[in-house]
């Protein structure tokens, strides 16, 4: 059997006002692709980092997994923490129609909120419940980024007319474009990889939706030659 080779991520901190957020980062030699932002609760820092940040590493992309359970709940501190998280990426030079927000779990309404306010290329949610990420109602959150949401459907026979619903919302209020999908039969970790049928069916199709959903909006980094090419014909 072939060895695999995993990064290991380097740990560290974000602080935001009082709190200090876990981080996650793994960095990439040459030119990588761009840098995805992946946002999960207390207990999956370490394993997101593992699993999800090495997988995006396999697609060029670098990555910095953050802790946000601490500010989950609160949209306003929500917004700040991904602020301070993007500013913490933009170090590595990412600009941030270069990175691409995921939120996995509770951490998915971070996400939404991330599409929302700031420019970044993309954003992805998979969620447990719709009750996770669902705006209050009357109050329909405009998201200024293409934002796919994924969630999980217990009882797909009874929660069918809500995701419709909700789906529609979020498009009519929204300039970006969305997409909702609910997978059925399946837990809230859907994500994760599963011997299960449903879950490992639910798994390979949230994972390839992801990478195709920032693949075709996240901007590349230039590479040498290309910002040279730029410049030339820039000067011309």
Do not use: K
Request: hydrophobic share 45%.
């Amino acid at each position: 059997m072939d060895e695999v080779f995993r990064i290991r991520p380097t740990l560290g901190h974000v602080v935001v006002d009082d709190t200090s957020i876990p981080v996650a980062d793994i960095e990439l030699g040459g030119v990588p692709r761009g840098a995805a932002l992946i946002l999960c609760d207390p207990d999956d820092l370490q394993s997101t980092s593992d699993d999800m940040g090495n997988r995006f590493a396999e697609h060029g992309y670098e990555s910095t997994t953050a802790d946000v359970s601490a500010v989950l709940g609160r949209d306003d501190s929500a917004t700040r923490a991904i602020d301070a998280l993007l500013d913490h990426v933009a170090r590595r030079g990412w600009s941030p129609d270069q990175v691409g927000v995921v939120g996995y779990g509770p951490a998915g309404r971070a996400a939404f909120l991330a599409a929302a306010s700031f420019p970044v290329g993309a954003a992805v949610t998979a969620a447990a419940r719709l009750d996770d990420v669902v705006p209050p109602m009357g109050s329909p959150t405009a998201v200024r980024v293409p934002w796919l949401g994924m969630f999980a459907a217990d009882a797909p026979e009874h929660e069918a007319t809500r995701f419709r619903a909700f789906a529609e919302t979020i498009d009519a209020a929204s300039p970006a474009y969305t997409t909702v999908l609910a997978y059925p039969h399946v837990s809230g970790a859907f994500y994760r990889t599963s011997r299960e049928p449903w879950e490992h069916a639910a798994s390979f199709d949230s994972w390839q939706r992801t990478l195709e959903w920032l693949n075709l909006r996240v901007v590349p980094r230039l590479t040498p030659l290309a910002q040279a090419w730029r410049a030339r014909h820039g000067a011309a």
